[in-house]
């Protein structure tokens, strides 16, 4: 997603948001599991923010511990003057 809202960036000074899925989904043991864990999401929030992206959310397969994760990064980006 990082690649898509630089590109939505470049044409648009709109607002961005992005609400990603936790990763391609995959079957295992006949459920649907989304392999994303909640750091690697986190770990690209940085890559967001510096795209543009206004908000940033989660969409199939996040859970709490995602958006909390997500929040977490958003903030830290914040201090650090992102």
């Known amino acids: 997603m990082v ?3 630089r590109a939505f ?3 648009t000074s709109l607002p961005l948001i ?5 990763g391609i989904p995959e ?8 392999p ?10 940085g890559s967001l923010v510096e795209a543009g992206v206004s908000i940033i959310g989660g969409c199939c397969g996040t859970t709490p511990d995602h ?3 997500i929040r977490a990064a958003v903030t830290a980006c914040h201090h650090q003057g992102v």
């Not at 992005?18 to 936790?22: L, R, T």
């Not at 079957?27 to 989304?34: E, P, Q």
């Open 18 to 22: 992005i609400q990603a899925n936790a």
């Open 27 to 34: 079957t295992r043991h006949d459920a649907l599991v989304y």
């Open 67 to 69: 958006i909390r994760a």
């Open 9 to 11: 960036r470049e044409v």
């Open 3 to 5: 690649e898509v809202a």
């Open 36 to 45: 994303e864990t909640p750091e690697f999401m986190a770990a690209r929030v």
